[in-house]
């Protein structure tokens, strides 16, 4: 293998998948994987992020592929580097989420004999990747550059093609690993990939709209959806329908909500689902569902106990995303333009079902709006936080209590603010990189909202701020262990509970935020918190903690949703 070959070979994949739409790439530093890191790092045309800790640059990758709805290169070293990418690949795979892994590899003759950093590299994702495939060794035969040419771009197509999802190219490299640089990228003999879109048939349009115009009692479920969704086409469909439509804070519609959308926006979904009396009188003959299964319990078990005639979900996947077992009907459509085309007309015993979805949902936020208000748990801590997010922001919540939290008590607003979590696999790790993935996508104002125990996880995420130009605030909610254990049956069973499941380490977090020149501060009141938010951070990264305690906090959900029953129960009483 020459110079001159290796040179080639590599500028050939940089060109390849910047011609295919790829304008970012993660490097995480190592010997093998040199020529790939040098051949991106001399290229302008890319912006080029570092993470020395694969784990969490996989992360960071995922972040910037949520927030841009567009592929992300991953470069890595051999051995136990790629294998630290696998919990973000998962995570993508589930999400749906385009990451283009490098894993740069030994050569063929050094696998298996016991060489230094070679594992079986290659397929070593399985079945979490759309597609798989390792690369010939840099060779100057004719027919090596057009085949690795039209295989990234084919990557490429396979990881933007609906539904998203990662791949994996594994590139073998031999020594010497020394490339030239090169000011301009090589001309390219495969020129373009065009996809298709993703749109009904005639028969199910036809289908839709019969179904919805039969229906006396329906509702829209809007789950967590992609940034490249058209949201417009969906605010069109509800001003068409006029259904109750039930929003997750990961939809992208319980915030931008435009005034003539409001009142059909069903946001306390999840605390009206625990009213035994309202499940009782509101069972839907119709459902159609766009996006991914919400976070809720109650609205899955509502769904599981009434068994809608019809249930419809509509996804771009042909794969059922139903673990309900429920769905009478998969549509395979991505949303778009075609929505508009539907013509509902609205039964004056739908307009009534609406109305009742209204009333309950209006008494839900009155009951939210007081414990914000006046409690001091968590919850009414995370509700601050919401009610003080300025305009033009993101907010990143973990998987585990913090999305729950923004589920129960981020109510509906015309305020530009995105909602994003890692729910492909609701895992708690990761989140750290991944909220700095979304804010170097996004420049926007950002913050994390994150559990201690999650943080901890994480905490190596942060060493992308000592590369990058960073800015976040991460407000650690600190219960001092797994909080979200607290609502589960374990909870219930006094043997062994806290050192399996509470779990607490009695760590705090401020020599950690001073070891990374950090902003900062440790609250106990919303006041503080207000206080905190309200002043202008002095550095790049600000780490609020937020000081709260388990016990305290379920009592006081559990008080809550005791008082939006009661008042529910009322609605039926003549």
Known sequence: MSKQSLTEYVYNIVATLYAAGVKKVVVSPGSRSTPLAYGFASTKEFEMYRHVDERSAAFLALGLAKESAEPVVLVCTSGTAAANYFPAIVEAYYARLPLIVLT?????????????????????????????????????????????????????????????????????????????????????????????????SQSALAFLTETMNETERGFIIIGETAQNTDIDALWQFVRAVRWPVLVESLSHMRTNVPADCAQYVIDQYDAILKNDTFMAHMTPQTVVRFGAQPVSKPLMKFLTAVKPMHYIVIDEDPKFRDSLHVATTHIE??????????????????????????????????????????????????????????????????????????????????????????????????????????????????????????????????????????????????????????????????????????????????????????????????????????????????????????????????????????????????
């Open 104 to 200: 740069a590899d030994r050569p063929h003759e050094l696998r298996e004999v016991g060489a230094p950093q070679a594992i079986a590299q290659a397929n070593l994702y399985g079945h979490h990747v759309k597609w798989a495939i390792d690369l010939p060794i840099p060779e100057e035969t004719a027919e090596t550059l057009p085949f690795v040419e039209r295989h990234i771009a084919r990557a490429v197509a396979v990881a933007t093609q609906a539904p998203f999802g990662p791949v994996q190219l594994n590139v073998p490299f031999r020594e010497p690993l020394l490339i030239d640089f090169k000011e301009q990228l090589p001309a390219r003999t495969f020129q373009r990939h065009f996809g298709a879109e993703v749109r009904p």
């Open 333 to 574: 459509a991505a949303v778009g333009q075609w929505l508009t085309s539907l013509v509902v007309t609205a039964t004056t015993a739908q307009t009534t079902y609406v109305e009742q979805w209204q009333r309950a949902n209006d008494i839900a936020t009155k009951h939210t709006d007081a414990y914000i208000e006046q409690q001091t748990d968590e919850g009414a801590l995370a509700g601050v936080l919401f009610n003080h997010l300025p305009n033009h922001s993101d907010l990143i919540a973990g998987s585990s209590m913090p999305i729950r939290d923004v589920d129960t008590f981020f109510n509906k607003t015309d305020r530009d603010i995105r909602i994003f979590c890692n729910r492909g696999t609701n895992g708690i790790d990761g989140v750290v990189s991944t909220a700095f993935g979304l804010q170097y996508a996004s420049k926007r104002d950002t913050y994390l909202l994150i559990g201690d125990l999650s943080f901890l996880h994480d905490t190596n995420g942060l060493i992308a701020s000592r590369y990058q130009q960073s800015d976040l605030t991460i407000i650690v909610m600190n219960n001092d262990g797994g909080g979200i254990f607290s609502y589960l049956p374990q909870a219930s069973v006094e043997a062994h509970y806290e050192e399996l499941f509470g779990t607490p380490t009695a760590l705090g977090f401020e020599h950690l935020a001073a070891m990374y020149d950090a902003d900062y501060a440790k609250v106990t009141t919303k006041d503080e918190l207000v206080n905190v938010l309200q002043t202008p951070k002095q550095k790049a990264i600000r780490i609020v903690e937020v000081m709260t305690n388990r016990a305290d906090n379920i009592t006081t959900h559990r008080k809550l949703w005791q008082n939006i029953n009661k008042e529910l129960d009322t609605l039926w009483q003549a």
